[in-house]
T-cell receptor, first 116, second 115 residues
Framework: AQSVAQPEDQVNVAEGNPLTVKCTYS??????LFWYVQYPNRGLQFLLK??????LVKGSYGFEAEFNKSQTSFHLKKPSALVSDSALYFC??????????????FGTGTSLTVIP | NAGVTQTPKFQVLKTGQSMTLQCAQD?????MSWYRQDPGMGLRLIHY???????DQGEVPNGYNVSRSTTEDFPLRLLSAAPSQTSVYFC??????????????FGQGTRLTVV
C-alpha cells in the first residue's frame, strides 16, 4: 500500500532561518509526490509536486522540495522563513496503480510556527 | 473559474439527523473525493469517485453515502449523524488516468458539529 509519513507534528523556526518539513514515502512503482499548505479555517492549497526529472522541485511562495529516491524522502524546504509561512503542511503521494482510481494518500500534517 | 465549491461552510446537527454536504467542481475532473480532517489524524478518505456512476469506499466510509450522477457534483450524505462524525470535511477533485500527474484541488471545507 502507498503511504507517507511526516515524523514531526510540530516544527518551530525563527524568522529568517531556513526551514525543513520532513516527509518520507512508501510506494510501489514511481512516486508522484505533493506538498500542500493549509492556513487556519481554509482548504488545502497546492505548493509543489514531483513527478519525474530534476530532484529539486520549486513551488509557490519560495518553497522547494528535494526528492531523494534512496532515502524515500521528499522534504519541503525554504531558505528564509517568514512569519506568514506559519501553517499546517501536508505531504501526499498519489497511487498510480490502476485499481485505486489514483487515490491521494496524505500524511498527518506538520504544524509550522515561524517565530518573529 | 470557481474551482471546487462546498456548501454549507458550517453546520450543527442533532444526533440522528441526516444531511447532505454538497460539492461541485467546474474543471471537468473525473476524480472526486471526500475527506474528513480530525486533529492529529490528518486527512482520511471517506469515499471517492472516478467518474459519473462510479464510486468506491475509502478508509472511513461507515455512516456515509455518496453518489455521482454528473461529472460536476459529488454529494456526501450522513445517514444518521453521530457525535463521532464531528469533523471538518473536505471535497477534492483532480484529473485521473493519463493526466494523474496533476494535483488535487480542494474546497474550503465544511465544519460539522453533531450534538
Amino acid at each position: 500500500a502507498q503511504s507517507v509519513a511526516q515524523p514531526e507534528d510540530q516544527v518551530n523556526v525563527a524568522e529568517g532561518n531556513p526551514l525543513t518539513v520532513k516527509c518520507t514515502y512508501s510506494v510501489s512503482g514511481n512516486p508522484y509526490l505533493f506538498w500542500y499548505v493549509q492556513y487556519p479555517n481554509r482548504g488545502l492549497q497546492f505548493l509543489l509536486k514531483y513527478i519525474t526529472g530534476d530532484n529539486l522541485v520549486k513551488g509557490s511562495y519560495g518553497f522547494e522540495a528535494e526528492f531523494n529516491k534512496s532515502q524515500t524522502s521528499f522534504h519541503l524546504k525554504k531558505p528564509s522563513a517568514l512569519v506568514s509561512d506559519s501553517a499546517l503542511y501536508f505531504c501526499a503521494v498519489r497511487d498510480m496503480t490502476a485499481n485505486t482510481g489514483n487515490q491521494f494518500y496524505f500524511g498527518t500534517g506538520t504544524s509550522l510556527t515561524v517565530i518573529p | 473559474n470557481a474551482g471546487v465549491t462546498q456548501t454549507p461552510k458550517f453546520q450543527v446537527l442533532k444526533t440522528g439527523q441526516s444531511m447532505t454536504l454538497q460539492c461541485a467542481q467546474d474543471m471537468n475532473h473525473e476524480y472526486m473525493s471526500w475527506y474528513r480532517q480530525d486533529p492529529g489524524m490528518g486527512l482520511r478518505l471517506i469515499h471517492y469517485s472516478v467518474g459519473a456512476g462510479i464510486t468506491d469506499q475509502g478508509e472511513v466510509p461507515n455512516g456515509y453515502n455518496v453518489s455521482r450522477s454528473t461529472t460536476e457534483d459529488f454529494p456526501l450524505r450522513l445517514l444518521s449523524a453521530a457525535p463521532s462524525q464531528t469533523s471538518v470535511y473536505f471535497c477534492a477533485s483532480s484529473y485521473t488516468g493519463y493526466w494523474a500527474n496533476t494535483e488535487a484541488f480542494f474546497g474550503q471545507g465544511t465544519r460539522l458539529t453533531v450534538v
